[in-house]
């Protein structure tokens, strides 16, 4: 893919918050929203930041990662209510507790049940490749060619729209090949994903690497966990890349400072890109750029 670095002739940045991801709880930082209400107000005020995306994960009443339907209902209706932010939601969904008390990552039948979801969420997203996640020992993170085929058409048949996350370079020829299939459409947005146990590491000569495979004409943004994140997002903006931010992803906002609010993240976000001369993209620019039907 080929890149400029000439600001002047950006698109505007696309901001998408994680409020709360599938593996942390409060008891890393206590300010972690959870509950419906919770995660909506936390949304409405990173709307209000300049956030035009919105990345849901859900817990249960007691903080837990689940793929509860009735939740996702509550937190999708609660979020739409409020704002006109694209709700995204992420098929990994996270590892679950069972009735019997143990730990897993949710299955597939899970997963393909969220393009089902209602309200209809904007976007959903779909991980391009089976890898070791690291966060929860001894499991393969399950995302066979066939089964994403599969999610994709059902999105389809609703009109939701996809974001295709990567964790590794041979995630993104499985991207080709869904597109070669014709079953992903053009333009695809990507998400490089960086710094996950089992994935490819967070550094620049990794971003550089997934890049140069990625096609022309498509969109891309960087997803970096920890301490990582702020310097592969700038990067990434300096690249004319989208951004994502948000406790799902760190929930430190400096080192051995714990985040105020995912709003506090996204603040810095537009300060940064300001800096850099990147406009920041509203709602209906996203709306547009992602290929959003509403």
Not at 68 to 91: F, R
Not at 106 to 134: H, S, V, W, Y
Request: proline share 4%; net charge negative.
């Amino acid at each position: 893919m080929n890149v400029t670095l000439e600001i002047d002739k950006m698109e505007k940045l696309v901001i998408t918050v994680a409020t709360t991801g599938g593996i942390h709880t409060k008891s890393v930082n206590p300010n972690l929203p959870e509950q419906p209400d919770e995660i909506a107000q936390d949304v409405y005020d990173c709307y209000n930041a300049g956030a035009s995306i919105s990345h849901i994960h859900v817990r249960d009443k007691l903080g837990r990662t689940t793929g509860d339907h009735e939740v996702y209902h509550e937190v999708l209706s609660k979020i739409q209510a409020k704002c006109p932010i694209i709700t995204q939601v992420g098929n990994g969904i996270g590892g679950v507790y069972r009735a019997d008390g143990s730990f897993e990552v949710a299955t597939q039948d899970e997963r393909m049940a969220l393009t089902t979801l209602t309200p209809k969420p904007d976007m959903l997203t779909i991980n391009c490749g089976t890898f070791q996640f690291g966060y929860i020992p001894d499991t393969i993170f399950d995302n066979p060619l066939e089964w994403n085929l599969e999610f994709i058409k059902r999105c389809y048949e609703r009109e939701i729209a996809i974001e295709c996350e990567c964790y590794d370079i041979s995630h993104i020829e499985n991207v080709k090949e869904m597109v070669r299939r014709g079953v992903l459409k053009e333009p695809v947005h990507y998400s490089l994903v960086l710094g996950i146990k089992g994935g490819m590491p967070a550094s620049p000569q990794m971003i550089s690497a997934m890049l140069g495979a990625i096609p022309d004409g498509s969109s891309w943004q960087v997803i970096t966990i920890s301490k990582q994140q702020v310097p592969s997002t700038v990067m990434a903006m300096c690249q004319g890349a989208n951004i994502r931010t948000g406790m799902e992803d760190n929930v430190y906002y400096a080192k051995g400072e714990l985040v105020k609010s995912n709003a506090q993240l996204v603040e810095r976000m537009v300060r940064m890109a300001r800096e850099l001369g990147r406009e920041i993209a509203t709602v209906d620019d996203a709306i547009k750029k992602m290929g959003v039907k509403r």
